[in-house]
Every structure is written in structure tokens, then in C-alpha cells.
């Protein structure tokens, strides 16, 4: 896999499904709410299902892993960090994903792991794979978030190292850009804040007449 033409995002398919089945049962009450309630009945439960369905949006189909060819964006639920590579020093993907970086471990909630029974078994070592001939030891094939992320990783390091020829800096390793530009970066989503901080109190005013 060469480099990343275009962000690919990295989310677990299973959340996505839960989030999917969530908004379809709320979208199911709120319909007939406005069909066959009162105005009375309306104004005490809408809120109530507009801040269920944005709960869904925020803990099921929000955090994600997006790849980019110069780095990683972790989107938690309310919290973004964008890792570029040169800041990024371990990628582990177990049952969860997590990431060391220079600022320390980001755990990334949406990114898709290996899974309860662990890595899938690739193929037979021996081969390309590695490992004593003959042997017919399977080995573990990496997940889709180790291998997207190892390939967009390389691609970098290997534009880094000719970028840095052509410059007639002969280096082995990767140049060392300016800290600003390989510092992760975290920020919080105050859109999303506030639109859930408006929900809430449409649902404490409803409840309250």
C-alpha cells in the first residue's frame, strides 16, 4: 500500500450498527410523539429524545481514527488529538487501540482492535512470513488499524528521508522538523459541547412545566 491520497477513517463497524438501530427506535418515537401526542406531551418528551439520539452520536458513531498521509487524528467524544507522524512512536492494538507519542499514551475509543480472541491468523510461516520452513506454524496477520496505519506511517518516513536527500541533508533516519510541526495538538469540541449543553437544559425546562 503506497501512500494516503485521502483521509481514511478507522471506526468499529459494530458501534456504528448500535448507533444506526439507536437513531431508527428514536426516530420511530419521535414520530409518532408529533403524530398522535399533545402539545404538552411533545414539549416534555422531544428534548428528552433529541439528547438520547446526540448521547448515540457522541459515544457510538463520533470517535474514529482518521489516517492522513502526514499523521494521525484521534476523535474521541469530545476531544481531538492530531498526532504527526514525527511525534508518534508506537502504535498498540490489542482489544482497544492506543498510541505512543511524545505527549504520552492517547487511547483512541473508536478505532477498531483485534478483537476479543486477538489477531486473525495469517498465513503459514515459513513463506514471505517469516519463520522456519516447513514449520506450518500460522502466524498473526496484523489488524486493518495496524496495517493502514504502519503503511501511511512508512510512506511518510520514506518521503521524510528523500525530501531530506534532495535538500542535500544525507540522513539515514527521517528529518527533524520544527517541534511546532510534530507536536501533538489536542483541542476539545466545544461545538458539540455546547449543542449538548443546549439539550440538556431544553430536557430540564420540559421537565420542569
Known sequence: MGAVAAPVSLYS??????AAAAWAFCAFFALNLVLTGTAAAVWHFLPSLALVAW?????LWRPRL????????????????????????AVRVAQSVSLDTTAGRIASWGAPGAGRLGPRLGGHAGGHSGGRPGSGR?????????????????????????????????D??????????????TRWDV?????????????????AT
Do not use: M
Not at 498473526?140 to 535538500?167: I, L, M
Not at 522538523?177 to 495538538?185: E, K, L, M, R, S
Open 55 to 59: 448521547t448515540v452520536h457522541l459515544l
Open 13 to 18: 463497524t459494530g458501534t456504528r450498527v448500535l
Open 138 to 170: 500460522r502466524v498473526p496477520a496484523p489488524s486493518h488499524t495496524q496495517a493502514a496505519v504502519d503503511a501511511a506511517w512508512n510512506a511518510w518516513g520514506r518521503s521524510a528521508r528523500d525530501s531530506a536527500f534532495t535538500a542535500g541533508e544525507h
Open 191 to 207: 461545538r458539540n459541547g455546547v449543542v449538548g449543553l443546549v439539550l440538556l437544559a431544553l430536557v430540564a425546562l420540559g421537565a
Open 66 to 89: 482518521v489516517v492522513r498521509a502526514e499523521g494521525l487524528t484521534v476523535v474521541n467524544i469530545l476531544r481531538e488529538h492530531r498526532i504527526p507522524f514525527g511525534a508518534l512512536k
Open 172 to 185: 539515514a533516519g527521517a528529518p527533524s522538523p520544527d517541534g511546532a510541526t510534530q507536536a501533538v495538538a
